[in-house]
């Protein structure tokens, strides 16, 4: 089954800098790859989604890099505030035996926290 | 706007008690989800529905049922509560198609005691 790592070390960053996160996968490539913000005690919600096709996708300061080759995806919040602070998940998508469409499976997620 | 309400979101049972935990999602969506979350283990899929009373078995369905017998409704049942299933119990739901956003409710912290 796919395995997804993120570091599970939180991540430390002064106000304005580049947060960088990362995402590994053991085996094989997905067609899309996610990655989502969570809140303490709240859902996680959607942040952007990139295709395997396509190497760069960004949103505002947000910017995801997909690395079939590498099995890697890179997410940069830059200009960092402290309202970015949170946890950071990628999601990549599975096929559902039987089923129509995908499930995701999540990595464990990543801490962000931006001091001012 | 969309939406995925569940029906509590803190929630205290004792051992052995039947729990029911519901999830309605507004937006016409094929699949629902039922994960739990917890510290250093991220989130993992206990069940998932594909159609109205189609559901497959997640990574970890032990000690839990679903049922969906409304598309808009998924319910999570935990057939007699154990300390063990304290959690945060996080529903979502997504359209079949491979590239959609998959969205979550605010989730239920269940304590069993």
């Known amino acids: 089954s796919q395995k997804i790592e993120q570091n599970s070390e939180a991540l430390n960053i002064q106000e304005g800098k580049t947060a960088t996160l990362t995402c590994n996968y053991t085996?094989?490539?997905?067609?899309?790859l996610q990655w989502y913000r969570q809140d303490p005690g709240r859902g996680p919600v959607f942040l952007l989604l990139?295709?395997?096709?396509?190497k760069e996708k960004r949103k505002e300061r947000l910017k995801v890099t997909f690395d079939t080759t590498l099995k890697q995806s890179l997410f940069h919040i830059t200009a960092s505030q402290p309202a970015d602070s949170a946890t950071y998940l990628c999601?990549?998508?599975?096929?559902?035996?039987?089923?129509?469409?995908?499930?995701?499976?999540f990595g464990g997620g990543t801490r962000v926290l931006v001091k001012p | 706007d969309v939406k995925v309400t569940q029906s509590s979101r803190y929630l205290v049972k004792r051992t052995g008690e039947k729990v029911f935990l519901e999830c309605v999602q507004d937006?016409?969506?094929?699949?629902m989800f039922w994960y739990r979350q917890d510290p250093g283990l991220g989130l993992r899929l206990i069940y998932f529905?594909?159609?109205?009373?189609?559901?497959e078995k997640g990574d970890i369905p032990e000690g839990y049922s679903v049922s969906r017998e409304k598309k808009e409704r998924f319910s999570l049942i935990l057939e007699s509560a154990s300390t063990n299933q304290t959690s945060m119990y996080l529903c979502?739901?997504?359209?079949?198609?491979?590239?959609?956003?998959?969205?979550f409710g605010p989730g239920t912290r269940l304590t069993v005691l």
């Open positions: 979502a739901s997504r359209l079949a198609g491979r590239a959609d956003t998959q969205y």
């Open positions: 085996n094989y490539s997905p067609a899309y």
């Open positions: 990139i295709r395997e096709n396509e």
């Open positions: 999601a990549l998508d599975t096929p559902m035996i039987k089923a129509a469409g995908n499930k995701l499976t």
């Open positions: 937006m016409d969506h094929e699949n």
């Open positions: 529905s594909y159609d109205v009373k189609m559901k």
